[in-house]
C-alpha cells in the first residue's frame, strides 16, 4: 500500500481558500486517492476521491497532476464548520477493501 | 436506520473484563471494517468482513480480539482479558464493496471504550 504524507496542521481563516497537498510517491498504477474528513468525537467521513486530473463535488476539488505522486484537496471559501482533521488515502483495486489512515492534517479555521 | 449504528456509545469497564462492543451496518452493505483509534492518531486497521466471512483480521493486536458477523449484517468486536492499553475509540464502518478504490466508506460515531 501507498505510503501517504501531508502537514501535521494548517491554520487559515474564514473565507479563505484552503488547499491540503499529500505526497504518495510510490502510488501504484491501480491505485485510488481517497479524502476522508473528520470532526470530533465522530467517525470519518468521505469527502471525495480521483484517480487522475481534477475531481470536483459540492463541497471540494481534487488536483492530481499527471505523474499522480501527490495530490491536492482544495476547500473554497472555508468557513469555521470546516474545522476538522483530513486524511489523504491510497488505495489499490486489489486490496481496495482496506482503508490505510494516516494521522492527517488538522485544519484550523479562525474567524 | 440511514447510517451505521455503534453501541453502547461509551463503555467502562475494569480491567481484566469481557467486553462487546455491537455495530449495526448500513441496510445491503456487504463490506464492514472495524478500527480503532487513540486520541490524536488516525483510525488504525482491526478487521474486514465481506458478507459473513472476515476476509482480513490481519490488524487485530493479538488473540484477545475477535470479531464475528454471523448473518452478514450485524458485527460484534469482542475484547477478552481487557488492559489499559485497549482504552480508545472503537470505529465501525460498511460499504457496498470494496471502499479503497471504489465509493465510499460509511463510519459510524464510534464506541469509546475506557479500561481503568
Known amino acids: 500500500l501507498a505510503k501517504t504524507t501531508q502537514p501535521i496542521s494548517m491554520d487559515s481563516y474564514e473565507g479563505q481558500e484552503v488547499n491540503i497537498t499529500c505526497s504518495h510517491n510510490?502510488?501504484?498504477?491501480?491505485?485510488?486517492i481517497t479524502w476522508y474528513q473528520q470532526f470530533p468525537s465522530q467517525g470519518p467521513r468521505f469527502i471525495i476521491q480521483?484517480?487522475?486530473t481534477k475531481v470536483t463535488n459540492e463541497v471540494a476539488s481534487l488536483f492530481i497532476p499527471a505523474d499522480r505522486k501527490s495530490s491536492t484537496l482544495s476547500l473554497p471559501r472555508v468557513s469555521l464548520s470546516d474545522t476538522a482533521v483530513y486524511y489523504c488515502?491510497?488505495?489499490?483495486?486489489?486490496?481496495?477493501?482496506?482503508?490505510?489512515f494516516g494521522s492527517g492534517t488538522r485544519l484550523l479555521v479562525r474567524p | 436506520g440511514a447510517g451505521v449504528s455503534q453501541t453502547p456509545s461509551n463503555k467502562v469497564t475494569e480491567k481484566g473484563k469481557y467486553v462487546e462492543l455491537r455495530c449495526d451496518p448500513i441496510?445491503?452493505?456487504?463490506?464492514l471494517y472495524w478500527y480503532r483509534q487513540s486520541l490524536g492518531q488516525g483510525p488504525e486497521f482491526l478487521i474486514y468482513?465481506?458478507?459473513?466471512?472476515?476476509?482480513?483480521d490481519s490488524g487485530l493486536p493479538n488473540d484477545r480480539f475477535f470479531a464475528v458477523r454471523p448473518e452478514g449484517s450485524v458485527s460484534t468486536l469482542k475484547i477478552q482479558r481487557t488492559e489499559r492499553g485497549d482504552s480508545a475509540v472503537y470505529l465501525c464502518?460498511?460499504?457496498?464493496?470494496?471502499?479503497?478504490?471504489?465509493?465510499?466508506?460509511?463510519f459510524g460515531q464510534g464506541t469509546r471504550l475506557t479500561v481503568v
Open positions: 464502518a460498511s460499504s457496498l464493496g470494496g471502499a479503497g478504490a471504489r465509493g465510499e466508506a460509511f
Open positions: 510510490n502510488i501504484a498504477t491501480n491505485d485510488y
Open positions: 480521483g484517480y487522475k
Open positions: 488515502l491510497v488505495g489499490s483495486m486489489d486490496s481496495s477493501y482496506k482503508l490505510i
Open positions: 441496510s445491503g452493505h456487504t463490506a
Open positions: 468482513f465481506q458478507g459473513t466471512g472476515a476476509a482480513d
